[in-house]
């Protein structure tokens, strides 16, 4: 199948520009235009998309209208959810309907199923969530790789043969092998054309990948893990080697990001969940530096292919203390979890043009509907005081067992609370 979108500069929603600019949300971008404009000519509002992090698992994108043509304060702010948890949503009865008895990676694999998979949570939640988040798996990459990965039911991922130390012959194999993405990773690009397509301009479709850091634990635990003894021996036993394998995996990273865009996905998210791991040193040695890479690389990239720079996102998960170096990395947002204090979160941002993402405690939507109000609440009294700089989100990805209309009510306390 061929796969992508050329030029991307006619669509709906133009690729990112960034400058003197305010932030709208797509679920306004109509009456906006319809205000000032013909609302088939939303083109010519040249709307920008700029960026939702999905804070390992989905999310709503935004718009950027020069503010010549916007007020400078639009509600609600943005809300978005986390990775195919959420967006692609295994929460959700229908996704169970559709996988039926197919394997997990099975249902990656096919482009028509990861493409109906996608686009459940959108027409479920229609107006309140304002992006698509391509059904897939951070560990597809580990995949193109040459690793074995199984995903176990009630256990998640599971490597057979994980990597045991720079000895290990499976090392070696990896560190020597080239990889073609193209190759590995097509059914992942034919979906994302294929949603594109689909989604005919309803929302933009999301691209993601796992952050070499995250990518590598799992790649040496064999899975998830509570003490991850085995990723700090790596670090703390083979430095060295343990740096070499997390720059590969980072460009292996930016190539597949690089096609997702090609294929059709308008903005990208980095997802790392096991960012809270390392140590605040650890983290500038084994996480930081791969992060910025990618945030460095894949615009160059882009450009080489002809393409323009999309918004980026990440999510390091659990790295309070690191919020300050990652609104320099060069993302467009970063996102938080529940563990952070908004105003803080707010205070450490300071004047920088990073977009903050976050935070709800997703264990909220066990909880009661007076609950989960008070939690979107707080969030505004925290994030949203000068209503800018702000993407309403959970602080990570939605639980087993969560009943699709606690998440309902969230995302509709987030329009009503933030003064739609």
Not at 192 to 212: E, H, N, S
Not at 384 to 399: D, F, S, Y
Request: charged fraction near 20%.
């Amino acid at each position: 199948m061929e796969y992508g979108f050329e030029p991307l500069r006619n669509d709906l929603l133009l690729r990112a520009a960034y400058g003197n600019v305010e932030i709208l949300p797509i679920s306004s971008l109509n009456a906006a235009a319809s205000n000032k404009r013909n609302p088939n000519t939303i083109s010519t509002l040249k709307a920008r998309l700029l960026s939702a992090h999905l804070c390992g698992s989905c999310g709503k994108v935004i718009e950027i209208l020069p503010s010549a043509d916007v007020e400078s304060h639009i509600s609600p702010p943005p809300c978005v959810l986390t990775l195919h948890d959420l967006l692609a949503g295994r929460y959700l009865p229908e996704y169970h309907e559709v996988k039926g008895s197919r394997d997990f990676f099975e249902c990656c694999r096919d482009p028509e199923v990861a493409s109906t998979l996608t686009l459940q949570p959108v027409e479920r939640f229609a107006g309140l969530l304002d992006a698509a988040i391509i059904f897939s798996d951070i560990l597809v990459i580990p995949q193109a790789m040459g690793m074995k990965v199984e995903m176990v039911d009630q256990k998640g991922p599971h490597f057979p043969h994980p990597l045991n130390s720079p000895n290990d012959a499976q090392f070696r194999m990896i560190m020597n092998c080239v990889v073609d993405v193209s190759r590995e990773l097509d059914y992942v690009y034919q979906a994302v054309t294929l949603t594109r397509r689909k989604l005919a301009g309803r929302v933009p479709l999301i691209g993601f990948c796992g952050a070499p850091w995250t990518l590598f634990c799992y790649m040496v635990e064999g899975g998830g893990s509570k003490l991850f003894a085995r990723s700090k021996t790596w670090i703390y036993k083979y430095p060295l080697e343990a740096k070499l394998l997390l720059h590969k995996i980072a460009d292996i990273c930016i190539d597949h990001l690089a096609l997702q865009v090609r294929a059709g996905a308008q903005m990208i998210m980095v997802f790392d969940s096991w960012a809270g791991e390392l140590s605040p040193a650890t983290f500038k040695d084994f996480s930081e530096p791969y992060l910025a890479h990618i945030a460095t690389k894949l615009p160059e990239t882009l450009r080489d292919m002809g393409l323009d720079r999309v918004p980026m996102t990440v999510f390091p998960k659990g790295a309070w203390f690191a919020l300050d170096s990652a609104c320099d990395l060069g993302y467009d947002v970063v996102g938080i979890d529940w563990l952070q204090d908004p105003a803080l979160a707010v205070k450490i941002r300071g004047s920088r043009k990073v977009a903050l993402q976050g935070n709800a405690d997703p264990g909220v939507l066990y909880g009661s509907r007076a609950a989960i109000t008070e939690t979107v609440q707080q969030m505004i009294d925290g994030f949203w005081v000068n209503k800018a700089g702000w993407i309403a989100n959970l602080g990570h990805g939605i639980q087993p067992g969560v009943h699709p209309d606690n998440l309902k009510h969230f995302l509709e306390e987030v329009h009503r609370l933030s003064g739609v």
